[in-house]
């Protein structure tokens, strides 16, 4: 890159805002997925939406690939640099713009903290309801680009649920909105399809996001089963009854011991741990509390309790959120996995996983959101023992085309980014891959936004039928184009 | 053009004879009539003559139960109505999975009929139940009171298949709940008014049927007091379903919330909506009048403002914040300034409403031009559903934003030859 382009990048953002030297830049080189690394050759930190339209205009003009990076935390590779290209950092972009209680609106930019939204509604009884684990850390942009889920999306619905309006800078750095602070703009929902695309269609600088009312009340229920296979059946039992928990999580034997070393929240020692959150009115809650400890007592549930007070809900879900950092307490390294199967396809998928487990001389600890069938496998290993590396990578992999066979997805919250491009083809067609890459060269021709990450192979966007310039008579209004 | 016989052999070679015939008068889209109807069985078939019919140049408009056809603007050609008719199987409900799989010609009650036999449903109160197709009601965005709580078909739809006019079947989302491999194209297909590619099957994910439900009636005096107590109960702890507001241009708004629940809930919400109410009428002259015990027909108030015998009546569907809706609806004001002019609302609480004005046509087109531009400085929408034919060159949808040149290059890459759907849908598209 020439010194004129650092020079232009350096007047856009001040020289505060640009990173150039390479010890500063190593803390860019990956994500919360460690593995894959490439040092980008500049990280810009914008402050305002403008300069970030003037960076990514230089970099659409001198064709330079960028990726948008929030607090890189995800766990797929979507932030990780490209090679010579540049990363735009939103850190700095993090105030909360406005608070509109009355239409349960909060408008945000990029680099607000997940966490920091909920708690500026609490007071008034609101909450933002995607929650994924690294919610005190995570940012809103991040969670916008990986559609992030969290416990609670079970009941509550995932990020695109709670994302109402965009603004957007294009690849080419001009501004769009799609969709607003009112529903059903008219037109084609381009904000559906944003979110969650993983940083390839553009980087959003302002957010429009719903809350919700706190529910009048909230009880957690945990209960020990023998195994999986009956905290399974369990889940079964309680959606078969008609009933829409908040929460249900689950945890094997191996995350409950890693919990228990790391945050200590006294968790039965079981083999099947289930974790039930029911909330709304108390009334409600009460009678269907009493038909979930009956089910998992037909279940063969061995011990239950239910959190008396908030202090020890937030200890029960403190060692659920910890559950993947605490793997660091019993294995030197470890892979997390990100598969979803059909719900009924669980006692088939952990018999195998536990023979694949067998076969690969591995460990596989597994966390799931049992209420929509996200699987979270923990691989672990050592890195200095030669080959086990490759083995866990391989063991992770073959746990993802189990979840395929069974009907699901290779990722339920984490996206694919780096890490899984090349599992999209078991997943999908080339002309289902075709026809979202079309959507891509609509609004990336150049292949500039993380072009390497979603896609196995990207595909170039040509001349048929080519960018799309309007006219100047279509721009005017004078003329239409059909 | 489709006089030349080579291409109606080759389309009836695809479909067969009995699928494909020519259009009768009732057939015509906003005025604008088709020559022929197909009717392929398989998607596969399907996709072949979106193709073939794309590769001569030739319009396609898509068609389920064709109940919300007239929606929208008039489409520039018609060559040939593609309808789903025949693709109406339920391919699988796997309800220990509370999942659907769907073939777009399905009717919106045959599918609730078979769900319901699992004691599940698709938490979705679409129109015309009876006659109107998934397909339909996807691409025409449709949604009703439950989108308050369960969200739009956006927010339940979690795989789609599309045929493109170049022939090309692509699937996007999948058969679980929980999915973010590649793009959301289900979202996009929701609302697109089937100008980007015909939807032949989607996957939707299911709620449990609820065993008792309340629907509990209130009055208030004025759409202020009324906008008040929405805010009151919005912001309170109650879990109701549903709420949609009633009204028309001469007397007080009714409000009407839907509570799912155990027999033990549904009481101790009725009670604590009383409370409310009294209490947020406290200095009021006249206390509200309540009934905790509403007949379920209220809830077809939306689709009832559709039943009117003037031939000159306009629907509209429009958004705003739903702290800007007494303000809204003072803007109705000209509808009601003279005795040949009415008009009647039904409002979720989410601040989407449907309006049907009744008006002298020949003051319309100023009129909702100016109640259009009131709306969209509100930061909300104005889009026309319905109208007589009079008015057919009014723009049904308004401003679309300054996203319209995205959508355009959206729409070049899935349908470079616009050959679906010319012309219906927003900026010309």
Redesign the interface.
Request: charged fraction near 25%; aromatic fraction near 6%.
């Given at each position: 890159m020439e010194a004129r382009i650092f020079q232009e990048f350096r007047d856009i953002v001040g020289p505060r805002g640009l990173i150039t030297s390479l010890e500063d830049l190593r803390t860019y080189e990956c994500d919360g997925l460690t593995n894959f690394r490439v040092l980008p050759r500049a990280v810009l930190l914008p402050s305002t939406t403008e300069q970030v339209q003037s960076v990514v205009r230089v970099c659409h003009r001198e064709r330079i690939p960028f990726v948008a990076r929030g607090s890189g935390t995800g766990l797929s590779g979507g932030a990780l640099p490209v090679e010579n290209g540049i990363v735009i950092s939103l850190a700095k972009m993090n105030r909360i713009l406005e608070v509109?209680?009355?239409?349960?609106?909060v408008v945000v930019e990029p680099g607000v903290i997940n966490l920091d939204v909920t708690c500026r509604v609490l007071p008034q009884e609101y909450f933002y309801a995607p929650d994924p684990s690294s919610q005190s850390v995570c940012s809103i942009g991040g969670n916008v680009a990986?559609?992030s889920?969290g416990a609670h999306?079970l009941k509550y619905?995932?990020t695109?649920?709670h994302v109402l309006g965009l603004e957007v800078v294009?690849p080419d750095g001009s501004?769009?909105?799609?969709g607003?602070?009112?529903?059903?703009?008219?037109?084609?929902?381009?904000?559906?399809?944003f979110?969650?695309?993983e940083g390839t269609l553009g980087i959003a600088t302002k957010i429009t996001l719903r809350v919700v009312?706190?529910?009048?009340c909230t009880r957690t229920l945990l209960a020990a089963f023998p195994g999986t296979n009956e905290a399974g059946a369990a889940v079964?039992g309680i959606?078969?009854a008609?009933?829409?928990p908040a929460a249900i999580e689950m945890m094997d034997n191996l995350a409950i011991q890693a919990a228990e070393a790391a945050v200590h929240p006294n968790y039965p020692d079981c083999g099947g741990l289930l974790l039930v959150e029911l909330d709304?009115?108390?009334?409600?809650v009460a009678?269907?509390m009493q038909s979930v400890e009956a089910i998992c007592r037909e279940n063969a549930a061995t011990e239950i309790r239910l959190a008396r007070t908030d202090h020890e809900r937030l200890l029960v879900w403190k060692g659920r959120k910890a559950a993947f950092a605490a793997m660091g307490r019993i294995s030197p390294n470890y892979i997390v996995q990100d598969g979803?199967?059909?719900?009924?396809a669980l006692p088939h998928v952990m018999t195998e996983i536990t023979r694949l487990s067998r076969e690969a001389g591995l460990r596989v600890a597994n966390v799931f959101?049992a209420g929509?069938?996200?699987l979270h496998p923990l691989v672990l290993y050592d890195r200095q023992i030669a080959g086990q590396e490759q083995a866990a990578e391989a063991l992770s992999y073959k746990i993802l085309e189990l979840c395929l066979a069974a009907?699901?997805?290779?990722?339920?919250?984490?996206?694919?980014g780096e890490e899984?491009k090349r599992m999209?083809s078991k997943?999908?067609?080339e002309?289902?891959?075709?026809?979202?890459q079309?959507?891509?060269?609509?609004?990336d021709p150049l292949l500039l936004s993380n072009p390497t990450k979603?896609f196995p192979t990207p595909r170039l966007c040509g001349e048929k039928?080519g960018?799309?310039v309007?006219h100047p008579l279509e721009i005017s209004g004078i003329a239409?184009?059909? | 053009m489709l006089e030349t016989n080579t291409i109606l052999e080759e389309l009836t070679a695809i479909v067969g004879p009995a699928n494909l015939r020519a259009a009768a008068r009732e057939d015509a889209v906003c005025g604008v009539a088709p020559q022929f109807i197909v009717e392929p069985q398989t998607e596969q078939h399907l996709a072949a003559v979106l193709s073939r019919v794309s590769a001569a140049g030739i319009a396609a408009i898509p068609r389920g139960g064709g109940t919300k056809l007239d929606w929208g603007n008039p489409p520039k050609r018609a060559g040939i109505i593609l309808s789903t008719a025949r693709l109406n199987h339920i391919v699988e409900h796997a309800w220990a999975d509370l999942t659907v799989t769907v073939e777009a010609g399905c009717t919106l009650h045959s599918l609730q009929s078979t769900l319901a036999k699992r004691g599940q449903r698709l938490a979705f109160d679409g129109l015309w139940p009876e006659r109107a197709t998934i397909g339909g009601a996807l691409s025409t965005n449709d949604s009703g009171s439950l989108r308050l709580r369960f969200g739009a078909l956006r927010d339940l739809i979690i795989g789609v298949t599309l045929a493109l006019p170049d022939g090309t079947l692509a699937s996007s989302g999948g058969k679980v709940v929980k999915n973010v491999a590649g793009y959301d194209l289900p979202k996009l297909a929701a609302g697109a008014f089937g100008t980007l590619g015909v939807i032949t099957r989607a996957v939707f994910r299911l709620h449990p049927l609820c065993r008792t439900t309340r629907t509990v009636t209130f009055t208030s005096a004025s759409w202020g007091d009324m906008q008040q107590k929405l805010h009151a109960i919005q912001d309170s702890k109650l879990a109701h379903s549903g709420f949609q507001i009633r009204g028309h241009s001469g007397g007080p708004p009714h409000a009407d919330l839907l509570f799912e629940a155990t027999e033990s809930g549904l009481a101790a919400q009725t009670e604590l909506l009383q409370k409310l109410l009294l209490s947020e009428s406290r200095g009021s002259s006249i206390p509200p009048s309540i009934f905790v015990d509403s007949s379920p027909q209220i809830w077809q108030a939306r689709q009832n403002l559709f039943s009117t015998r003037q031939k000159e009546s306009v629907i509209a569907r429009f958004s705003v914040l739903p702290s800007d809706l007494a303000k809204a609806m003072r803007w109705l004001d000209p509808f009601h300034s003279s005795s040949h002019a009415n008009w009647q609302a039904v409002v979720q609480a989410t601040g989407i409403g449907f309006l049907r004005l009744d008006a002298d046509p020949s003051e319309l087109p100023a009129q909702i031009f100016a109640l259009r531009e009131q709306f969209e400085r509100a930061a909300g929408s104005l889009v026309l559903l319905r109208r007589p034919e009079s008015l057919g060159s009014l723009d049904a949808w308004g401003n679309p934003g300054d996203a319209l040149p995205l959508m355009r290059a959206v729409k070049l890459r899935l349908d470079p030859q616009s050959t679906l759907n010319p012309g219906r849908f927003v900026g010309g598209i």
């Open positions: 509109d209680l009355p239409n349960a609106r990986e559609n889920g999306c619905g995932f695109t649920t294009l501004l769009v909105h799609l607003g602070k009112c529903l059903d703009a008219p037109g084609y929902d381009l904000l559906g399809v979110v969650g695309s009312k706190r529910p009048e079964s959606i078969a008609g009933m829409l709304g009115p108390v009334a409600e009678e269907l979803v199967i059909p719900r009924t959101h929509d069938g996200n009907g699901g997805s290779i990722t339920g919250e984490h996206g694919v899984k999209m997943m999908f067609t002309p289902d891959l075709d026809t979202m079309r959507v891509r060269c609509a609004f979603v039928p960018e799309y309007p239409e184009r059909f | -």
